[in-house]
């Protein structure tokens, strides 16, 4: 069962939050409580394939001025071509814990879009994620595969664990797919041009959000899907 019936993020903001205010006590970004900079859970975004921890900057600005510390927000670079499951998620795992030493933290937030959204699950599905990891964000993730990885599939790993039924996804999406403590969210579009079919992001158990009109990359600077995970981490 889905925690919450998909919603759709129209150009109204506030009364997209107020259909998933249920799961995660959202606000409007007006009324969100500051975050403060010594508690805030500590936030790792995690870019996706053949990306770097630059495509941050407006997520990074928008958690700033919600109250985030410096201290309190990483980014996760990682070679997009290893194995999602051999290699990456025990990497992850690693930073992780060097991020939860350095800020005395005992959970992070991660958000992950595109492909980020494959290691990082598996590190919280299979790995000590689920003891570490309070939110976990889908933006635009191929959480089900995505039939366009077929076209890198021959030479690149990180595009054939992206295939649909991919010993990685049909892994990942066994029973239950969004499996508690941790709370999972994903946003997804129609009009996503690289994930086919753009449904693949939504999961089960998941508080599943429809941005219309995005295609892939806007989700990393759209102010409306900013504003939205902002929601989701300050909300606690």
């Known amino acids: 069962m889905r925690r919450t019936a998909p ?3 129209s150009a109204a903001l ?3 939050l107020t259909a998933v205010a249920s ?4 606000a409007a970004p007006g009324t969100v ?26 997520t990074l600005e ?5 109250g985030y510390d410096a201290g309190r927000l990483f980014t996760w670079s990682y070679d997009t071509s290893l194995s999602t499951n051999e290699t990456l998620a025990g990497r992850l795992s690693a930073y992780v814990d060097t991020v939860l030493a350095r800020t005395g933290a005992a959970k992070v937030d991660i958000v992950a879009h595109s492909l980020g959204s494959l290691p990082s699950r598996w590190y919280v ?36 664990d992206m295939t649909p039924d991919s010993y990685v996804v049909s892994r990942l999406n066994r029973t239950p797919e969004a499996p508690a403590p941790v709370r999972y969210w994903t946003f997804w ?9 753009a449904s693949s992001t939504r999961l089960d158990g998941a508080t599943n959000t429809e941005v219309p009109g995005l295609k892939h990359n806007d989700f990393l600077g759209n102010a409306s899907v900013i504003a939205a995970v902002a929601a989701v981490l300050t909300a606690g």
């Not at 799961?23 to 959202?26: I, K, S």
């Not at 928008?62 to 919600?66: E, P, T």
């Not at 939110?135 to 030479?155: D, E, F, M, R």
């Open 7 to 9: 919603t759709a993020l």
């Open 14 to 16: 506030t009364a997209a």
């Open 23 to 26: 799961a995660a006590l959202l």
């Open 33 to 58: 409580t500051p975050a403060r900079a010594d508690t805030a859970t500590p936030v790792v975004l995690i870019h996706g394939r053949n990306a770097d921890p630059g495509v941050w900057g407006p």
């Open 62 to 66: 928008a958690l700033r001025a919600r």
């Open 125 to 160: 599905k299979y790995g000590n994620g689920s003891r570490t990891v309070k939110n976990w964000i889908s933006l635009a993730g191929p959480n089900h595969g995505t039939g366009l990885a077929w076209l890198c599939a021959a030479w690149d790993q990180g595009c054939r």
């Open 189 to 197: 579009s129609r009009d996503d041009e690289q994930i086919t079919p």
